[in-house]
């Protein structure tokens, strides 16, 4: 891996909501896939993430999504943030997207893109995710690999 294009993971979600916690997820397996990479937990998203942005010339998202018309687990890349909407808010905070957007304007990182896979209706408190979200997993770890390589 080129060591000179600095690139985060960074997973987000509460594992204890079902398919929202997909996003820790993928980042777990991915860390076990690729361990040379750099993969951290962004919990709920929010203000957080800031930090985790800084001084990266590549960072990817993943989070669970919802609402985008499409079946639960099915992966969808984003250059660029998509309607507020889609990405579950955060109770306690400003949503990934508002944070994305911050992000974009303090020019934390170069490039900025989304993982977003459908979670259906997230109502519920679980340790387990869908089988449908569970299979999305190992697809969206490839799709990380693929996007990294093609940078590095």
């Known amino acids: 891996m080129n060591q000179d294009v ?5 997973g987000c979600g509460n594992p204890f909501m079902g398919n929202d ?12 896939e690729r361990p040379d990479l750099d993969t951290c937990e962004g919990g709920v998203g929010g203000l957080g ?6 001084d990266q010339d590549v960072v990817i998202i993943v989070d669970a999504m919802s609402g985008y ?16 909407e889609v990405f579950p808010l955060s109770l306690s905070d400003i949503g990934v997207l508002d944070t994305v957007g ?11 893109i989304i993982i977003g896979i459908e979670a259906g209706h997230i109502d ?4 387990t995710m869908d089988p449908e ?5 190992p697809e969206a770890v490839k799709k990380i690999i693929e996007l990294i390589d093609s940078r590095t």
């Open 102 to 112: 911050i992000a974009r304007e303090l020019g934390l990182c170069t490039e900025l």
């Open 133 to 137: 979200v569970e299979r999305a997993v």
């Open 21 to 32: 916690g997909v996003g820790i997820r993928v980042i777990e397996s991915l860390a076990q």
């Open 69 to 84: 018309k499409t079946g639960k687990g099915e992966i969808h890349v984003f250059p660029a943030p998509p309607e507020n």
């Open 6 to 10: 600095r690139i985060r993971v960074i």
């Open 49 to 54: 993430l800031i930090p985790m942005m800084e």
């Open 124 to 127: 519920h408190f679980s340790d």
